[in-house]
T-cell receptor, first 118, second 109 residues
Framework: GAVVSQHPSWVICKSGTSVKIECRSL??????MFWYRQFPKQSLMLMAT?????????EQGVEKDKFLINHASLTLSTLTVTSAHPEDSSFYIC??????????????FGEGSRLTVL | GQNIDQPTEMTATEGAIVQINCTYQ??????LFWYQQHAGEAPTFLSY??LDGLEEKGRFSSFLSRSKGYSYLLLKELQMKDSASYLC??????????WGAGTKLIIKP
């Protein structure tokens, strides 16, 4: 099956710093990637849809200037949490959809990145 | 508004069968997904239903009734490793995935 790799898995940073998370599709081209945030014991919350070569589409309530998304190639999307604060501490997960042949819309998820802001 | 309902938590015994229900109210319907998520890990795909009926895949089966806005995930011959959260998600008319809050399944020996 399709593989999505996310890096880093864990990151601890000081308040006010910026953190970049990478999401790569290793064996397929992903024109669209999705970024989710998940707080403990809660479901996935879609933050934004990242389209290769164009601006990301953000969900209501998600600050575009705080969560910068770049999808510069068909295999890489990045999420940068700018000026991170403790309330940004969460589990961030990316996913991509492989569209080759019978699309069931199955999403392939990265391993997730746990961000802790001190 | 759009809504996905599933039980918060369920407990079952190793070797037994458990059914996790999911009801939904969405703007349109383009498929229902079940994902498994172990604590601290990303979700993994289990099943996809777009037509009414039962889809069987090994120990796991998923059922859909579009007229009732209802699905269930059936897990047979439960193993300890099946302890996880099970997420129900519906793709709406805009092809957006609407996620349920997940059902935490606890398996006891």
């Amino acid at each position: 099956g399709a593989v999505v790799s996310q890096h880093p898995s864990w990151v601890i940073c000081k308040s006010g710093t910026s953190v970049k998370i990478e999401c790569r599709s290793l064996d397929f081209q992903a024109t669209t990637m999705f970024w989710y945030r998940q707080f403990p014991k809660q479901s996935l919350m879609l933050m934004a849809t990242s389209n290769e070569g164009s601006k990301a589409t953000y969900e209501q309530g998600v600050e575009k200037d705080k969560f910068l998304i770049n999808h510069a190639s068909l295999t890489l999307s990045t999420l940068t949490v700018t000026s991170a604060h403790p309330e940004d501490s969460s589990f961030y997960i990316c996913s991509a959809r492989e569209l080759a042949g019978g699309d069931t819309g199955e999403l392939f998820f990265g391993e997730g990145s746990r961000l802790t802001v001190l | 508004g759009q809504n996905i309902d599933q039980p918060t938590e369920m407990t079952a015994t190793e070797g037994a069968i458990v059914q996790i229900n999911c009801t939904y109210q969405t703007s349109g319907f383009n498929g229902l997904f079940w994902y498994q998520q172990h604590a601290g890990e990303a979700p993994t795909f289990l099943s996809y239903n777009v037509l009414d009926g039962l889809e069987e895949k090994g120990r796991f089966s998923s059922f859909l009734s579009r007229s009732k806005g209802y699905s269930y995930l059936l897990l047979k011959e439960l193993q300890m490793k099946d302890s996880a959260s099970y997420l129900c998600a519906v793709r709406d008319s805009n092809y957006q995935l609407i996620w349920g809050a997940g059902t935490k399944l606890i398996i006891k020996p």
